[in-house]
T-cell receptor, first 113, second 114 residues
Framework: GEDVEQSLFLSVREGDSSVINCTYTDSSSTYLYWYKQEPGAGLQLLTYIFSNMDMKQDQRLTVLLNKKDKHLSLRIADTQTGDSAIYFCAEIPPTSGTYKYIFGTGTRLKVLA | DVKVTQSSRYLVKRTGEKVFLECVQD?????MFWYRQDPGLGLRLIYF???????EKGDIPEGYSVSREKKERFSLILESASTNQTSMYLCASSSPSGSPHEQYFGPGTRLTVT
């Protein structure tokens, strides 16, 4: 299909781990991205993974990529209230040209104190 | 730091008005994009431009037009605003060279059409 799919909401307690999942569309996408949108702001690149990798770790963030299932996940360890935001999964399929992204619907993460 | 600015954070317009949303970036990026963001629908691409005076339709161009007369500025025009164009509008820019093709976003304009 043409849609990048994410669940709309996730709620976790402060200090727990959060896992945000995404199913993307094109197994030949070179890069897959996670963008974060804080309240009242635009999107900001949080992390990305190159398609020849299975996993990428960056401090509290772990990205897992399953190309066979076209599944991408973002794990946030020790989730803090400042992590409350909307998280967007995105890809640039080779067919889209000119580096046009396809964004997911976004997952709103709420961290409870 | 890359900066993408948008002319207004909030706008309220009446049905039928012509509306201009302006976006300026300071990183000499070739690519610029206009998206609208609606709850449950994520970001949908309206138009993008890969060079001055060059534009391509995105996924939802109906009811919109764009203008790019200078490299740093990309304008979105609602020819005759309608209530279904009430939304958050986000501008972004990127460079076609260099990985990972990050897009840099402005803070958004929340447009209400009454």
């Amino acid at each position: 299909g043409e849609d990048v799919e994410q669940s709309l909401f996730l709620s976790v307690r402060e200090g727990d781990s959060s896992v945000i999942n995404c199913t993307y569309t094109d197994s030949s996408s070179t890069y897959l991205y996670w963008y974060k949108q804080e309240p009242g702001a635009g999107l900001q690149l949080l992390t990305y993974i190159f398609s020849n990798m299975d996993m990428k770790q960056d401090q509290r963030l772990t990205v897992l990529l399953n190309k066979k299932d076209k599944h991408l996940s973002l794990r946030i360890a020790d989730t803090q209230t400042g992590d409350s935001a909307i998280y967007f999964c995105a890809e640039i399929p080779p067919t889209s040209g000119t580096y046009k992204y396809i964004f997911g619907t976004g997952t709103r993460l709420k961290v409870l104190a | 730091d890359v900066k993408v600015t948008q002319s207004s954070r909030y706008l309220v317009k009446r049905t039928g008005e012509k509306v201009f949303l302006e976006c300026v970036q300071d990183m000499d990026h070739e690519n610029m994009f206009w998206y609208r963001q609606d709850p449950g629908l994520g970001l949908r691409l309206i138009y993008f431009s890969y060079d001055v005076k060059m534009k391509e339709k995105g996924d939802i161009p109906e009811g919109y037009s764009v203008s790019r007369e200078k490299k740093e500025r990309f304008s979105l025009i609602l020819e005759s605003a309608s209530t279904n164009q009430t939304s958050m509008y986000l501008c972004a820019s990127s460079s076609p060279s260099g990985s990972p093709h990050e897009q840099y976003f402005g803070p958004g304009t929340r447009l209400t059409v009454t």
